[in-house]
């Protein structure tokens, strides 16, 4: 296993997001939405703004030594109750090394730090991985609920989701998938 002794993060600048675009790319039907597709220098810091300007957010990208290989977010800050909403990306070619938990476990770190006192995230149910991550660091399972599965249409033959049935299910002949809210106290949990 690697030494990922070197993994931080800092404020995303413009400059980061089009290292994005050297990225590997999911090939599951299931993780399209996790692949960076914006090319030329326009769509690129419209992405930026789109995600950095937004108001009560804050993003971050991953380092692994100096090289950017994801992004973290903080959305829906509310300053007043200390509680926000977590969101991670990694570049593929680094998913399934322990990268996620170790950013994790830095970043609710420093989040405790700043005296937050409640984090939630939103994680696909058959994100098998990330809900994994997501429990080993204390998260809990609040409620699931069903949203609208944007990348295609449920295809029985596909191994993907033929091995996730059933966190999925169709309605009106759309493809909908049930997504987990889970919580973090970091006062008491962490």
């Known amino acids: 296993m690697e030494n990922f002794s070197a993994l931080s993060f800092r404020k995303m600048e413009v400059e980061d997001v089009f290292t994005f675009r050297n990225w590997g790319k999911h090939n599951s039907i299931l ?3 996790y692949n960076f597709i914006e090319d030329g220098e326009e769509n690129i810091i419209a992405w930026f703004n789109w995600k950095t300007k937004r108001p009560f957010s804050e993003y971050y990208v991953i380092l692994l030594e100096e090289k950017v290989i994801g992004y973290l977010s903080l959305k829906n800050i509310n ?10 990306v990694l570049d593929p070619n680094y998913v ?5 938990k170790k950013i994790l476990k830095i970043f609710l770190d420093y989040l405790k730090s700043r005296n937050f006192k409640k984090i939630i995230l939103f994680v696909a149910d058959y994100n098998k991985r990330a809900k994994k991550v997501y429990n080993s660091l204390g998260f809990t399972k609040k409620y699931e ?10 295809e029985e033959n596909n191994l993907d989701f033929k091995n996730n049935s059933k966190s999925f299910k169709i309605i009106f002949n759309r493809t909908f998938y049930y997504a987990i809210k889970m919580e973090l106290d970091l006062e008491r949990d962490w």
């Open 145 to 154: 609920f069903l949203m609208r599965f944007t990348n295609g249409k449920y």
């Open 96 to 100: 399934d090394k322990g990268i996620g």
């Open 31 to 33: 993780f399209l939405e």
């Open 79 to 88: 300053i007043f109750l200390k509680r926000g909403e977590l969101g991670i």
